[in-house]
């Protein structure tokens, strides 16, 4: 099956600083990587995500980039601020499959 | 939470005791799924629904069975809990169809078991 592996496992940015959180899979066949941030005490939300059509996806301070070839994702975070501090979580999956495969997330924190 | 309750959100069992955590959507999507989550090990997959009676494993399924008898409804039940499955769950939806479409998570019930 599908292995993601997420790094670091912590962050810590100054304010008005860039994040950048890394992922790669396994499985050539994976073709939707979304992201989620996880606040303390709350479930997962889905904070953007791609497909393997795309190489990039931007959100305002947020993106996202693909590579396909070498099998990896990351989550770009610019101008950060205090309350990007949370677990992100990146994950794998495609559309013949049933699962979503998770890394093991990402603690940022951002220094004010 | 994209109309996702969990019931309960807190729990504290002994071991050796049946347990019921129960997912209620209110929308009648199709794929439903049970994760649990532990520190070091993000979330993985417990078992997930693609409609009623219909239900298949995940990667961490042992110990655990599921129950969907009506579309808004999944459960999730430990026969006979035991310490090893202290762990927050997450019941998560898929809207849109399976995987490689976006899920979106409930709450999260938080599991002791003594």
């Known amino acids: 099956g599908e292995n993601v592996e997420q790094h670091p496992s912590t962050l810590s940015v100054q304010e008005g600083d860039s994040a950048v959180i890394k992922c790669t899979y396994s499985?050539?066949?994976?073709?939707?990587f979304p992201w989620y941030k996880q606040e303390l005490g709350k479930g997962p939300q889905l904070i953007i995500d791609?497909?393997?059509?795309?190489g990039e996806k931007k959100d305002q301070r947020i993106a996202v980039t693909l590579n396909k070839t070498a099998k990896h994702f990351s989550l770009h975070i610019t101008e950060t601020q205090p309350e990007d501090s949370a677990v992100y979580f990146c994950?794998?999956?495609?559309?013949?499959?049933?699962?979503?495969?998770f890394g093991t997330g990402t603690s940022l924190t951002v220094i004010p | 939470d994209a109309g996702i309750t969990q019931s309960p959100r807190h729990k504290v069992t002994e071991t050796g005791t049946p347990v019921t955590l129960r997912c209620h959507q209110t929308e009648n999507h199709r794929y439903m799924y049970w994760y649990r989550q532990d520190p070091g090990h993000g979330l993985r997959l417990i078992h997930y629904?693609?409609?009623?009676?219909?239900?298949d494993k995940g990667e961490v399924s042992d110990g655990y069975s599921v129950s969907r008898s009506k579309t808004e409804d999944f459960l999730l039940t430990l026969e006979s809990a035991t310490s090893s499955q202290t762990s927050v769950y997450f019941c998560?939806?898929?809207?849109?169809?399976?995987?490689?479409?976006?899920?979106?998570f409930g709450p999260g019930t938080r599991l002791l078991v003594l």
């Open positions: 499985d050539s066949a994976s073709n939707y």
């Open positions: 994950a794998a999956s495609h559309n013949t499959g049933n699962q979503f495969y």
């Open positions: 629904s693609y409609g009623v009676k219909d239900t």
């Open positions: 998560a939806i898929t809207p849109s169809g399976g995987a490689g479409e976006t899920q979106y």
């Open positions: 791609i497909r393997s059509n795309v």
